[in-house]
C-alpha cells in the first residue's frame, strides 16, 4: 500500500503508541458444534435516534480455502499454505463505516474523551467497576478527511485501537455485538463462495467495475456503494478503503495449520502492541494485485511517520489516508472474543 506524504498540519491528538507483543493463535477443532440456527436477514442498524445509520447483510456459515495457491498471480509468501477454513454464520456491514457513524461516537458527550499524556487509555484507575470504560477521540486539529468529503465516504486514517473502541461503543449503544472481522471471516467474505483471485473472477479486466484502485480513483476515496457488489451483496469489498481486521498480523500464521484439516475460525488475538495488524482489500491507490481476495497487509509504524508528538497518537494515522472498516457483528459470538476490547495505551512503547 502507497503512503501518501501531507505536510504535517498538527492533524493528530496528543496521545500515544503502543507495546510490541507476542500473541499465541486462537483456533478450533473443526467438530466445535454450530452456532444455533436462527433466521438470519439483511436489516438497518439505526443509532442515537437515526441521527446515523448503517445496513448489514447476512454471511451464511460454511468452509472455504483460505489463501491463495503459488501459480496465482500476484501471490505472497504470506498467503501459503493454502488451509481449509469453517466460518460461523455472521453479518457484515454492506459497505465501509462511513463519517457519519463515527462522528456520532467522537463528539458522544457520555463518554470521556482519550486520556492525556501519562493516562492509560479505555481504562480508569478509580476501581474495577470502571475497568471496561470507553474512552473517544480528542478532536483533531484539522479535517481528519483531508478534504476527501465526509457525507457518505468512507472514514479513513484512524488506528485499530480506534476502530475497536467504536465497535465497543456501538455496541453499548445498540445492545447487540458489533466488532471488528477477523481475518478468516474477511477472507470468507469477500470470496462470497468464489475460488478465484477475485470474487467477480481470475483476473482484474473487470476491476473498475466493482472498485475503486490506482488506475481510476483521482487518488482520493469515493463514497460508499457506488460500484457493483460481490456476490454476498458487499460494497467496496476490493479497494476504496483498506480494512481492519481484528488480527494481529504473523506471517507465518498460516504455517500454524494443517492444509487438508479444516480449522474453526482461527483468529490471532491483539494484545498490547501497536503495531502490526492485518489490513484487507486493497484501496484507491493500490495496484490490482493488493485487491485479491487473499491479499494480506500489515499495519506498520511508516503509516504515522507525520505525527510529531511524542507519544504518537494512538487514534489518528497521518499516512494512511486509505485505512478504514467495516463490522461484523456473529450470530454466535466465539468465547475468545466475547469482552474484547483494546489493550492499547498511552505510553505503553514500541
Known sequence: MKRFLFPSVGFLLGIGILLWGVA?????????????????????????????????VPIPGGTFKMGSPANE??????????????IQPFWMGKTEMTWEAFD??????????????????????????????????TSPYSDPTFGYGRKGHPIISISHHAAM?????????????????????????CRAGTTTAFSFGPTP???????????????????????????????????????WCLDLYDKDFY???????????????????????????????????????AAREASNIDWNQQDPQRPQSIWWLTDALNVGFRVVRPLEEMDDLKGLRSKVTLNGGM
Open 165 to 189: 473502541e467504536f465497535c465497543r461503543w456501538l455496541s453499548a449503544k445498540t445492545g447487540k455485538t458489533y466488532r471488528l472481522p477477523t481475518e478468516a471471516e474477511w477472507e470468507y467474505a
Open 255 to 293: 504455517k500454524k495449520f494443517k492444509p487438508l484439516i479444516p480449522v474453526l475460525e482461527p483468529v490471532l488475538i491483539p494484545e498490547a502492541q501497536h503495531y502490526p495488524h492485518v489490513v484487507r482489500g486493497g484501496s484507491w491507490d493500490d495496484d490490482p494485485v493488493a485487491l485479491r481476495c
Open 24 to 56: 499465541a493463535p486462537v483456533s478450533r477443532p473443526a467438530t466445535s458444534p454450530p452456532a444455533a440456527s436462527a433466521p438470519m436477514k439483511a436489516y438497518v442498524e439505526s443509532i442515537v435516534g437515526g441521527k446515523a445509520s448503517f445496513e448489514m
Open 205 to 243: 479486466r473487470s476491476l473498475s467495475e466493482y472498485a475503486w484502485f490506482e488506475a481510476n480513483s483521482d487518488y482520493m476515496p469515493h463514497a460508499v456503494g457506488l460500484k457493483k457488489p460481490n456476490p454476498w451483496g458487499l460494497y467496496d469489498i476490493h479497494g476504496n478503503v483498506a480494512e
Open 104 to 137: 456520532l461516537y467522537a463528539y458522544d458527550k457520555d463518554i470521556p474523551m482519550g486520556a492525556g499524556k501519562g493516562s492509560t487509555v479505555g481504562t480508569v484507575q478509580a476501581g474495577p467497576a470502571d475497568a471496561d470504560a470507553i474512552t473517544r477521540p
Open 73 to 86: 498471480r500476484g501471490h505472497a509468501a504470506d498467503e501459503a499454505p493454502q488451509h481449509e477454513v469453517k
